[in-house]
């Protein structure tokens, strides 16, 4: 079995082959390596190998393993469903809400940092599916939620986030995001990112202009036995 090491650096070189492929600059884009299930152990590892950026899924996990390595530089991606009333924890840590889809969410967030002044950055999830009880907002109503995110005050909007159906070929349903995000450009000129790609479709993400790869298992492994 490969290390972790080897993993990650075989990921690396199959996305900066894809960023030449596509024409672009390796600074274009950001790896978010997606540490859910593992240990705070393997987010060290990761560091040591010069992973700064680190995704979590489930609050309670990451604000756990968060409060383990405050000794580490990390930037905390959280892109999972956050619930309104773990906002203010998962503002302790995450740099980053790749999950944004309703307003009683944006509106727990205004509440959190309000009063301080302060603010996050935030990408609003898309629902690609015709399931609307998935995570996400529908692709009609893009723009609307993005004028509801801009005025909350707090939030920096970088862009869209989104998962490609498992019925859908990737580039397809990539298509559809980068059409959303032209359209929420229109609210927010400066949302211009795009968080979308995973393990299986992050070169075609990359084709379609993504911002944002956030990559578990090819890179972290499989998850450990009881996770």
């Known amino acids: 079995m490969n290390s972790l090491a080897e993993r990650l650096e075989t990921v690396q070189l199959s996305i900066a082959e894809a960023i030449r492929d596509a024409g672009r600059e390796p600074s274009d884009v950001t790896t978010i390596v997606v540490t859910k299930f593992h240990p705070a152990s393997l987010v060290r590892e990761l560091f040591t190998l010069g992973v700064s950026d680190v995704g979590e899924n489930r609050h309670q996990e990451a604000f ?25 924890q998962a503002l302790e840590y995450a740099s980053i809400i790749h999950s944004l889809d309703r307003v009683s969410l944006v509106s727990a967030v205004r509440k959190a940092l309000a009063p301080t002044g302060g603010q996050v950055d935030g990408f609003i999830q898309v629902n690609l599916t015709d399931d609307s009880s998935r995570g996400g907002v529908a692709l009609s109503e893009v723009e609307s939620f993005a004028d509801t995110v801009v005025n ?7 862009g869209l986030m989104a998962v490609a159906p498992l019925d859908e070929e990737p580039a397809a349903a990539f298509e559809r995001v980068r059409e959303a995000s032209a359209r929420v450009q229109t609210v927010c000129t ?17 084709t379609a202009g993504a911002t944002h790869l956030r990559i578990g298992t090819a890179i972290t492994g499989n998850r450990p036995l009881g996770g």
């Open 190 to 206: 400066t949302a211009t990112d795009l968080s979308i790609g995973m393990s299986g479709d992050f070169r075609e993400a990359i």
């Open 152 to 158: 909350s005050g707090v939030i920096n909007l970088r």
């Open 64 to 88: 756990s393993k968060s409060a383990e390595l405050t000794d580490l530089s990390l930037n905390w991606h959280f892109i999972g469903q956050l619930q309104s009333n773990k906002v203010s």
